[in-house]
């Protein structure tokens, strides 16, 4: 039945992300996002339920036991690809693909009622998931998983050829953590360090020191990353800087390190700035948790993919961070990734000014949702 009905939907999923990209908004400020998306279910004869602030959902059918999700906000990034319906928000850009995950799900919506298929969902367009603590804890507490047994999501991704499909049995994405810190010294001189405690040498010995943790405090199998992203000091020549401050990432798949991980990197600190009498101050925040698949929805969509696309299981997890994994902390799902880099996979990275999708792949995800409704949601 999906099959033969979704091709004429084609042109309004295009339509549809085309739009969304023109209005990204950021963390809790979707708001014309939100106005938009309210607009186009009220025309189904749909109404949606307000929740997180700028999020919203709604169920088509009686009593839905799944529930499908995507992600609204966009990314403080100026956009570059000179496409004709670029960001009209200076500095704002829909760089990871949330436009084609609300695009997919509104078209999927729209081919339930239009073609009065029986099936029962409840579709989640949720704010704020590049920016930790993200939106999925608030859209939970709100509600948004009650009665629902099974939970999938689908992420676009131009580096996958068109048509590959890429998940994992059990953790499929990691742990992420992000942490600020100011190392403050003794100014001075340039030309008399050792009158100084000098800040930004403390910083490097920190910075060199943090990789210690990878290669020799942890099993060599577990999986982890520590990247300093930002570091900032003085603007003179001549002139050692009283402070440095830095920010970074940690990111990694197992839960006992996950725990141990401020303190490891805490007591390095401590020891570098110790040694030369300076002062430290970390403020280590823990972000998303590691986003493990339920084994059996895996299989599920295995069995969909089955003959159209090319389903891969990877062997190792993706070092990204997700906040879907909260919802599958709390009910059964899947994440996958769905290819959008048309035929050689190579079209652009997301979280950059110039990312950009084969927009074809966006049936391929509204297949996929349309055939796990038709598996989970059906009510003849």
Not at 50 to 63: E, M, Q
Not at 286 to 305: A, F, T
Not at 347 to 367: C, K, P, R
Request: charged share 25%; aromatic share 8%.
């Amino acid at each position: 039945m999906v099959e033969r009905i979704i091709n004429e939907y084609k042109d309004e999923v295009i339509r549809l992300r085309r739009e969304l990209h023109r209005i990204p908004e950021l963390a809790f400020e979707e708001f014309k996002t939100s106005e938009f998306i309210k607009k186009y279910i009220h025309s189904l004869g749909l109404k949606p339920i307000n929740c997180n602030k700028t999020g919203l959902y709604f169920d088509i059918g009686v009593n839905p036991e799944i529930a499908l999700r995507a992600d609204m906000d966009g990314l403080p990034i100026n956009e570059e690809t000179g496409l004709q319906f670029s960001s009209i928000h200076p500095n704002k850009m829909h760089a990871c693909g949330h436009d084609a995950h609300m695009a997919m799900l509104l078209v999927v919506s729209k081919i339930i009622i239009e073609k009065k298929l029986p099936y029962s969902v409840r579709c989640i367009f949720q704010p704020s998931e590049e920016r930790i603590p993200g939106g999925a804890p608030g859209m939970i507490k709100e509600g948004v998983l009650n009665g629902i047994k099974r939970i999938f999501g689908l992420h676009i991704e131009p580096s996958l050829k068109t048509g590959e499909i890429i998940t994992k049995k059990g953790a499929f994405m990691a742990a992420s953590d992000e942490m600020d810190i100011w190392i403050k010294g003794k100014g001075g001189h340039a030309s008399t360090p050792e009158k100084t405690q000098d800040s930004i040498y403390l910083a490097s010995l920190f910075i060199t020191s943090l990789q210690s943790i990878v290669s020799r405090r942890k099993d060599a199998n577990t999986p982890l990353v520590i990247t300093i992203s930002s570091i900032k000091a003085g603007s003179v020549y001549n002139i050692i800087p009283e402070e440095v401050y830095m920010m970074g990432t940690v990111r990694n798949i197992d839960e006992n390190l996950l725990e141990k991980s401020p303190f490891m990197i805490e007591k390095i600190l401590d020891g570098i700035t110790s040694t030369f009498d300076a002062d430290y101050y970390l403020n280590y925040r823990r972000g998303y948790p590691v986003l493990n698949n339920d084994n059996d929805s895996v299989d599920v969509l295995k069995e969909i993919c089955k003959g159209k696309f090319d389903f891969k299981e990877i062997p190792n997890p993706i070092m990204g961070g997700e906040d879907f994994a909260y919802y599958l902390k709390n009910v059964k799902g899947c994440f996958a990734f769905l290819g959008a880099g048309g035929k050689e996979g190579k079209m652009s990275e997301l979280h950059t000014e110039n990312m950009n999708f084969d927009e074809d792949a966006m049936m391929n995800g509204v297949y996929i949702f349309l055939k796990l409704c038709e598996r989970y949601g059906r009510k003849d």
